[in-house]
């Protein structure tokens, strides 16, 4: 079956400036999570979509936001973008009660800030 | 808050059994997990163990000591493959949340 699939793989953006990232889940999952991954500090939770509406929030600004779709689909915008920003942007989808027995990751859409 | 802490490196040979530590802090603890994630590549799934089950994949096995808040991964017969970033990973279901804690994450170089 496929699996999650996140678009771009890539993408370089200048400061000040927006991006949107899309996160396709597998197909039955209704669960969508979002993570930012740096070498400074690791896989961070920015937020998680279940049925359309975002049950859970990390410790990131107003900045980073999302939303969920009907078909499950995800995406994720980052608004007034900053050099700190840059990181691989991971989406993970799961059965809702399955947080236990893991998330499927996609391959994460890497963003550079210049 | 939560926390985890791994080793940040370990290194081993080819055919060896490597350990790679997990110690953590946390309330309303339910299991840990752990992944494996290449270099550019997605993290993906080895294990879970818990209080509602165990899951382990392949060569990978995984233990857990509540009482002493640890847990590691074991890695039998060892790859060059293997040689990738290792994390472990608890449910964090306190302040109105729910979500995945990771640890930071225990880079593993195989050698021949």
């Known amino acids: 079956k496929a699996g999650v699939t996140q678009t771009p793989r890539y993408l370089i953006k200048t400061r000040g400036q927006q991006v949107t990232l899309s996160c396709s889940p597998i197909s039955g999952h209704r669960s969508v999570s979002w993570y930012q991954q740096t070498p400074g500090q690791g896989l961070q939770f920015l937020f998680e979509?279940?049925?359309?509406?975002?049950?859970n929030k990390g410790n990131f600004p107003g900045r980073f936001s999302g939303r969920q779709f009907s078909n499950s689909r995800s995406e994720m915008n980052v608004s007034t973008l900053e050099l700190g920003d840059s990181a691989l942007y991971l989406c993970a989808s799961s059965l809702r009660d399955s947080y236990n027995y893991g998330y499927t990751f996609g391959s994460g859409t890497r963003l550079t800030v210049v | 808050g939560q926390s985890l802490e791994q080793p940040s490196e370990v290194t081993a040979v080819e055919g060896a059994i490597v350990q790679i530590n997990c110690t953590y802090q946390?309330?309303?603890?339910?299991?840990l997990s752990w992944y494996q994630q290449h270099d550019g590549g997605a993290p993906t799934f080895l294990s879970y163990n818990g209080l509602d089950g165990l899951e382990e994949t392949g060569r990978f096995s995984s233990f857990l000591s509540r009482s002493d808040s640890y847990g590691y991964l074991l890695l039998q017969e060892l790859q060059m493959k293997d040689s990738a970033s290792y994390f472990c990973?608890?449910?964090?279901?306190?302040?109105?949340?729910?979500?995945?804690?990771f640890g930071t994450g225990t880079r593993l170089q195989v050698f021949p």
């Open positions: 946390t309330s309303g603890f339910y299991g």
């Open positions: 979509y279940f049925s359309e509406t975002q049950r």
């Open positions: 990973a608890v449910r964090d279901q306190t302040y109105n949340t729910d979500k995945l804690i």
